[in-house]
């Protein structure tokens, strides 16, 4: 094995001569084309857009609390002025929709592909930097620029008298055209989805080059950890389906503000069309939502086992099949839109087959874990977390898939609990895993271990407490987006907002741990995780130096094995 | 693989191979999602074609006369008129349903009247529910294939000219429907050209 943590012997090539000039202060990140100061910045984005939309969720909970309008009155009057019932109910359908939002489009997407698709697939796959540095940057200021018109959105003129848009995050026609949202607000949000579009878009290609093209010798698509193949295969994603969304868009745009009527009926247009150019992005999205967190939670899995990931091959192929089936199934979000018998038994079947490449992955890392040395550390508890929580939403998914009952859930809460699960759960525990794996990495520091362990069992019980009552709600009927409800719901309401602020405790330790990790200052070493951790991002010091792999790293074994590349059984520091 | 560095450490640009190969996949996919958002338009005309050709939605289709032979099913077709804001007329259903045959020819009449002391334009929007059921809604004259004018207080009555498809007694999603309304909506034109010419779906 090529001796790659040592870098003194580097000093003799004339080109890393500069490698000591280091842009300084706000210069360093506002102009920043550095993969690892770009990932920073789009984490740092995330936990604050993360902690915004939790803030909102706690916020909806709270009036969720009791039947009646409580809670929004007062918010409403704090927000605009206004503290009317007609304008509470408003500032709750702006609260919902603006939730979904940030926590799709700025935290989420963000943390995952932003966040450690830059940091860590460079790193490994041995590759010096992104493909394109200057792009990398640009999409991270978009996607800033983005947030901001949200966040403008909200205190713009939406319905007439009233704030923010409230359509939710789907911005169906006829709420999202002039009939439903006259106002600016709309606008806003539409021009903020397409900046967060042609971010993402510009990313895509960038980690698309760099993983097709700027990988070490030896580093071949299949001795590619899983890591980098889900970021591979979530850049396809975004790469098909964003631009549909953003023609849907300004399609969207134009007919409020330029008499095209794309979905307007009284011009020939079909509100039904916007439905099925949106859910042929946002189907795909949901799984650009997840991928990455496969990749990071099989990274986990292997690395807190001490064994080598179960089924590579078929993982790699899961996540591909996932990824095709997920621009076929667009319809079943619209079972109830009239559909003819076949185009729903089509949709239903389509759909259920995504539970076998995915039952592939679920099974794989129970069997890397079956027999394996495991250590219950942070990392780990989150990656099983995630595989329990994924499953249930999974089941979950599966039960809405079938066209006969979704007509009876469409719409209620129990679709709330069942994508909460996938994403609020699956997504948001997958992030965790990765962000306390690669967080001794990323800054060289590790954190306090306990509270990071009560992290995972606080926001795992707030969490479950929160949005597994919802399946029964939706059972009983109740709709969603609604911000009364009959005296029948109360007591499942009143059990899941107290898993609400559980969690919400649960997001506050994690700030904490935070706060203690770059207080205390605990040395990490190269590879704090033992011989599991066989990736190539190991085999460097902790924090990484500005530049990397700046000398391919070397890569054993044969070049055609279809195993990811083991770089080294990592010594401990 | 050797990335060139200027005096700020930062990454100029990457030499050979590898930068060429990296442009054209930049290349390639700014291409690539151009072409996406062109197929997102394309979509627009190409789903309206579809709705025509398929009766998807509940768009009837639009038939040159009525060849086929009676089927034995009835059906109760229900009529459903409204007027869109903007737009100063009355327009109403003679009759509130009617029992129809499959493959029998019926001819039903709307009553329409401008209240303003101008003359006006309108031109109406329709579809049947339950959606399924639009392939198989065959009209042969309609008010609605034309945009209609109507002069001071002027009313008129106007023929619809239709028959049910008998081929939906085969089409098990039609098994359990025995109602189709067949739904109108008036709109004044447009206050300001230009709309957007995608040729809305016909029937």
């Known amino acids: 094995m090529a001796s790659v943590t040592d870098f003194s012997h580097h000093g003799v090539d004339a080109h890393h001569e500069h490698e000591h000039h280091i842009p300084t202060g706000w210069r360093r990140y506002l102009y920043s084309t550095n993969h690892k100061d770009i990932g920073t910045l789009y984490l740092i984005l995330a936990i604050i857009c993360g902690l915004i939309g939790t803030v909102l969720s706690i916020l909806i909970r709270a009036e969720l609390m009791s039947p009646g309008v409580q809670v929004f009155p007062w918010i409403s009057a704090i927000m605009t002025g206004d503290g009317s019932a007609d304008a509470a109910k408003n500032m709750y359908n702006v609260f919902f929709s603006s939730h979904a939002l940030i926590m799709i489009f700025f935290m989420v997407m963000p943390a995952m592909m932003g966040g450690f698709g830059n940091w860590m697939v460079p790193l490994m796959i041995g590759a010096p930097d992104m493909a394109f540095p200057r792009l990398n940057n640009m999409s991270f200021w978009l996607l800033v620029a983005s947030f901001l018109l949200l966040m403008c959105s909200m205190f713009a003129e939406g319905s007439p008298g009233m704030h923010g848009f409230g359509g939710g995050w789907v911005l169906y026609p006829p709420m999202s055209s002039q009939v439903g949202t006259p106002g600016p607000a709309a606008d806003f949000v539409i021009l903020s989805m397409h900046l967060a579009g042609a971010s993402s878009i510009l990313g895509s290609i960038n980690f698309i080059a760099t993983i097709f093209n700027m990988r070490a010798p030896g580093m071949t698509m299949f001795r590619m950890p899983l890591f980098p193949w889900s970021v591979l295969v979530t850049a396809f994603l975004l790469l098909l389906s964003l631009p549909v969304l953003a023609g849907a868009l300004t399609m969207l745009l134009t007919d409020r503000n330029f008499h095209t009527t794309f979905f307007e009926p009284a011009g020939g247009g079909d509100p039904i069309l916007f439905q099925h150019l949106f859910w042929f992005f946002a189907h795909p999205e949901v799984y650009i939502l997840i991928i990455p967190g496969f990749g990071m939670v099989s990274q986990v899995v292997a690395t807190f086992s001490k064994k080598p990931i179960f089924g590579y091959v078929g993982m790699v192929y899961a996540m591909l099949a996932i990824a095709f089936l997920g621009f076929a199934v667009w319809a079943h979000h619209m079972f109830t839109t009239g559909m003819s018998l076949n185009a729903q038994r089509y949709f239903v079947f389509a759909t259920m087959v995504i539970a076998v490449p995915t039952g592939v992955k679920v099974f794989s890392w129970l069997a890397t874990m079956w027999g394996g040395s495991l250590s219950l550390r942070p990392p780990m508890l989150w990656a099983i977390g995630f595989v329990f929580v994924f499953t249930v939403g999974g089941v979950t998914g599966v039960v809405l898939a079938n066209a006969a009952i979704d007509r009876y859930l469409h719409d209620t809460y129990y679709v709330v609990a069942h994508f909460h699960y996938v994403m609020s759960l699956g997504a948001v525990f997958s992030i965790f895993a990765g962000f306390y794996y690669w967080f001794p990495k990323m800054t060289g520091y590790l954190y306090d271990e306990r509270l990071a362990k009560w992290h995972f069992w606080v926001s795992f019980v707030g969490i479950n407490l929160a949005f597994f009552p919802q399946h029964f709600l939706g059972f009983q009927g109740m709709p969603r987006r609604v911000v009364d409800y009959t005296e029948a719901y109360a007591f499942w309401n009143m059990v899941s907002s107290i898993g609400a602020f559980i969690g919400g405790a649960g997001t506050l330790i994690f700030v904490y741990v935070l706060y203690d990790a770059f207080k205390v200052k605990r040395v990490a070493g190269a590879n704090p995780w033992g011989p599991g951790a066989t990736t190539l991002e190991w085999q460097l010091p902790s924090p990484p130096p500005f530049h990397t792999w700046e000398e391919p790293p070397h890569i054993l074994g044969d070049e055609h094995d279809h195993a990811p590349a083991i770089v080294g059984h990592g010594s401990a520091a | ?203």
């Not at chain 2, 049947?128 to 639009?134: C, H, I, K, L, R």
């Not at chain 2, 028959?163 to 999603?173: C, Q, W």
Request: proline share 7%; with cysteine.
């Open chain 2, 1 to 203: 693989m050797t990335a060139s560095r200027d005096h700020d450490g930062r990454t100029v640009s990457l030499g050979g191979r590898t930068g060429r190969n990296n442009r054209l996949i930049g290349v390639g996919g700014i291409a690539f999602a151009m072409g996406m958002i062109g197929l997102t338009y394309a979509a627009a005309p190409f789903y309206s074609a579809f709705c025509r050709a398929t009766g998807y939605e509940g768009t009837p289709q639009q038939a040159k006369a009525n060849t086929d032979a009676e089927g034995h099913r009835i059906l109760r077709v229900g009529f459903d008129a409204n007027v869109a804001p903007g737009l100063a007329w009355t327009f109403e259903p003679e009759d509130e349903s009617i029992e129809v045959r499959t493959g029998k020819t019926v001819t039903v009449y709307f009553r329409v009247k401008n209240l303003s002391d101008s003359p006006t334009e309108g031109h109406a929007t329709f579809n049947v529910t339950p959606e399924v059921s639009g392939g198989y809604f065959n009209k042969i004259s309609c008010f609605c294939f034309t945009t209609q004018h109507l002069g001071p207080h002027e009313s008129a009555e106007w023929p619809v000219v239709f028959f049910l498809d008998p081929a939906l007694e085969k089409d098990p999603s039609m098994d359990r429907v025995d109602s189709i309304t067949l739904s109108y909506t008036m709109f004044a034109p447009p206050a300001e050209k230009p709309t957007a010419d995608r040729g809305g779906p016909a029937g």
